[in-house]
């Protein structure tokens, strides 16, 4: 019996013992957390009460979540009756992805703030530091990146690719993070953004044609969208580029977003764009469409066209009346335009107008288009000509555009297709109309050349009012509108009867050219008949030329001596002229020397009529009829007249009054005045003794045969002496 109860003690032992150990743990508030798990613990009563309204998670000691979890082992004094314990798995990022985080808790956000900004707290590892250090509820600007993470998810739900960690929710809650994370997915915001690889490209991506024909999958470009900080400014449309002066404080290509809004960066379109590279950016923050750079090709410019910026000041003057042109940074056509590259350009900021700088053709030839496609909606040209045909003519342009008045392109037609189809189009089918109106269709057939010179200086003028230069017009074959009524076409009843005057053309060529190998063949039959009579004809011919010889010998032996008998006669008779001038000449010259002393002996009487009683008185003493007349007749006329006397009428008498004058001391040099003119006389006419002899000196020297002038040699040596003596009288007078 003892043995017995003693048994039945130790069994009762060894119960209570079970028993305590199974009921110790509630006893003692004993809770286990494994090590992959986190315990999320909920205070159901508290002493200290209830949390405010609006408060979710407790750090004072309230009840409800509290701030701090429980990691994996053991744990005590947790009573049942007083905690309740979530396990929940740790938060895992997987490599290479995003994690994003939604706190329950926190201060509200203000109404123009969209994501909780960024607080000190191990990467939400601290509950109690994020509410204390003043974190904000909502969708947190902040993401994770691969890790495992001890995350209380009664305060943040963190959303990956694979699992959203939400903790303790309601069904409405998980509704709400499972739509998010399917936005994410489709946004591929788990993801990191890159660029440079071969992606999908956005279908919208404003790029003209050539671009993407260049390009690769490579050339691509990040174009950023903020979606939360400042609006931007009324009437932009693309937020600025924020940048740091400082090195290492910038925001990193929106990767940091508290640097970013603290540099003043805003919501909106981002003018800066994302290049080559990995980023990892917050989809919640922002977004990011993926577009091909700008490539101008080698050939072309680009000019710019700015969607923001400051105004600038307009570069083009005031003649240019279809815009301005800034500088570059500005809103507007920039003044320069880009070369050929590739270019990191905002699609939304910047709009790049290709402009080919080579030369390039357009063809109005219905359903023929260029690979630039400028000409797509060009047809060939109807016309009507002067004789009534209505052909359509098909023609290619060949055009230059200057690379610096690009610009002034894009800002007066928009593009280059506006250019072809407003401008262009209009002006040279109307150019081409007037033509045909005064131009026969046989002339635009046959006369192309011409009218494609015409046309190229005439379009060539016009163009340059749109710097544009005309290099060539080129005009095709025309080709017939419509078929005429015996089904033949115009043109071509045309060019059949072109054919058939080209074909009368060509015989009458032949039967010219027939007519000459007749007589051609009539020159052969001439030829070989003159060869069978060579012999004879020979020697007669050169009989013919030995007469003809001596006859010209005989004749130029008689023109010899004909020259010889004239040049003789010359000689002798321009020999006599000669002697005769020279006489002459002699004698002139004697007389002048004469009537030089009879001047001088006047001079020396004082009287003229001295002189010539002298010269009386000389001839009487020389005269043989005596001084003394045997008979002396004396004759009186009447009576005297008042003051006269009867001597006046005797030369003797005379003469004894101008002696008995002379010694009373009376002057008769009066009547030497009228000497003066014959001095001026003589010396007139000595002037043209001289002037004379000087004209027949030069007279025989260029006019007298050789033999002629040993001639005039002779005589010069007496001309001289003649002229000399001349000379002398005249310098005597």
Sequence with gaps: MDIVMENMTYVIWIAVGFVGLLFAPLLLGIRYIPHNRIGIVEKLWAFKGSLKEGKIIAFNGEAGFQAKILRGGLHFFYFPWQYSIHKVPLVVVSEGRIGYVYARDGQPLPPTQTLGQNTQC???????????GGGQRGRQRAILREGVYAINQAQFVVITETQIYAGPVTKLEALKFANWQEELRGLTGFSPIIIGVRTVVN?????????????????????????????IESGEIIAPEVNSQEEGMGHSYFQDPEKFL??????????????????FIN??????EIHFKTLIPIGYVGVVVSYHGVKGEDLTGDKFRYGEQVDPGHRGVWKRALPPGKYPLNPYALKVELVPTVNFVLRWVTGMVEQHEYDKDLKSIELITADGYEPILPLSLVLHIDYEKAPRVVQRFGDVKRLISQTLDPIISAYFRDVAQTTQMLDLLTRREDIQQRATAELGRRFQD????????????????????????PIERLFDQLRQRRLAQEQVLTFKQQEESALKLKE?????????????????????????????AKLAEAKRLAKRDIARATGEGRSRQLLGKGEASRIGQVGLSEAAVFLQKIRAFGDSRLFTLNQVSDRFSQSAQPLVPERLLVMNQGPQEKGSDATSMSILGQLLTLM???????????????????????????????????????????????????????????KNCETQTSEDDSEEL
């Excluded at 191990?122 to 204390?132: E, R």
């Excluded at 279908?203 to 390009?215: E, F, G, K, V, Y």
């Excluded at 603290?262 to 980023?279: C, E, F, H, N, S």
């Excluded at 004379?692 to 005039?712: G, M, R, W």
Aim: charged share 25%; aromatic share 6%; net charge negative.
């Design 122 to 132: 191990n990467n939400y590892q601290d509950c109690q530091m994020f509410l204390s």
């Design 203 to 231: 279908n919208d991506s404003p790029q003209p044609a050539p671009n993407r024909l260049t390009l690769t999958d490579f050339d691509q470009i990040g174009v950023v969208t903020v979606h939360d900080g400042e609006s």
């Design 262 to 279: 603290a540099l003043g960066g805003r919501r909106g379109k981002q003018l800066q764009v994302l290049t080559d590279g990995t980023y």
């Design 283 to 288: 989809r919640w923050f922002a977004t990011v």
């Design 466 to 489: 749109y710097d544009i230069n005309c290099i060539a017009v080129m005009i095709g074959r025309p080709q017939p509108k419509d078929a005429g009524p015996d089904g033949v076409e």
């Design 524 to 552: 052969l039959n001439d030829a070989k008949a003159a060869a069978e009579k060579q012999m004879e004809l020979t020697q007669t011919k050169i009989d013919i030329d030995i007469s003809s010889n001596r006859g010209e």
């Design 660 to 718: 008995l004058a002379e010694h009373a001391g009376l002057d008769f040099r009066k009547d030497a005045e009228g000497l003066e003119e014959m001095q001026d006389y003589l010396k007139m006419l000595n002037e043209q003794s001289k002037q004379e002899i000087s004209d027949n000196s030069i007279t025989d020297q260029t006019e007298t045969v050789p033999e002629q002038k040993a001639i005039t040699s002779a005589m010069v040596p007496e």
